[in-house]
């Protein structure tokens, strides 16, 4: 079936620095969401993209639809302790259902204090 | 603005045991969606509703779970005969019927089947 590819699977960064993931999918989607889970909770929703080439901020984080709509690319500024988590990408093929989003794997980040 | 809400949060039951989860979606939210999350893997689809009628199954669903959700508000997810391999983190989410696919998931159930 169809798969997201994330990377890294994981990343230790300092705090303050940057940080960059990304998403790639093998056929084209519409639309690109990216989540955090915390531990034993449920996915949060941090930004939605909907147009190729579009970028979307939401505070420290800005997230990218790329071009060839195979892609999709998270990125945050300045790390605190509580951006830890595990970072998922989701998104919607075309002709694809209406219903369901297919996920990633997930980039797990830690940062040290 | 309360959001999506799951109950239990957690269960534990023994292989053959039935189990049922709850999920109460955003009031404003046409679209309920279920899934299931297991270690180091992202949310898999399990099915979805639009109000009261149930649009889409996935193959993982099988004839074991059963989904309803018979006002188009709140829906249950049953188990029956339970199997260790049902062990995973069940997830609820929530949406407007169109527009966007942005999905509002609840805390999840974590089932574990010993």
């Known amino acids: 079936g169809q798969q997201l590819n994330q990377s890294p699977q994981s990343m230790f960064i300092q705090e303050g620095e940057d940080v960059s993931m990304n998403c790639t999918s093998s056929?084209?989607?519409?639309?690109w969401l990216w989540y955090k889970q915390d531990p034993g909770e449920g996915p949060v929703l941090l930004i939605a993209l909907y147009k190729a080439g579009e970028l979307t901020s939401n505070g420290r984080l800005t997230a990218q639809f790329g071009i060839t709509r195979k892609d999709s690319f998270l990125n945050i500024s300045a790390s605190i302790p509580s951006d830890v988590g595990i970072y998922f990408c989701a998104g919607r093929n075309y002709g694809g259902s209406q219903g369901n989003l297919i996920f990633g794997k997930g980039t797990k980040l830690s940062v040290k204090p | 603005d309360t959001g999506v809400s799951q109950d239990p949060r957690h269960k534990i039951t023994k292989r053959g045991q039935n189990v049922t989860f709850r999920c109460d979606p955003i009031s404003e939210h046409n679209r309920l969606y279920w899934y299931r999350q297991t270690l180091g893997q992202g949310p898999e689809f399990l099915t979805y509703f639009q109000n009261e009628a149930q649009l889409e199954k996935s193959r993982l669903l099988s004839d074991r779970f059963s989904a309803e959700r018979p006002k188009g508000s709140f829906s249950t997810l049953e188990i029956q005969r339970t199997e260790q391999g049902d062990s995973a983190m069940y997830l609820c989410a929530s949406s407007f019927m169109s527009g966007t696919y942005e999905q509002y998931f609840g805390p999840g159930t974590r089932l574990t089947v010993t």
């Open positions: 056929s084209i989607f519409n639309t």
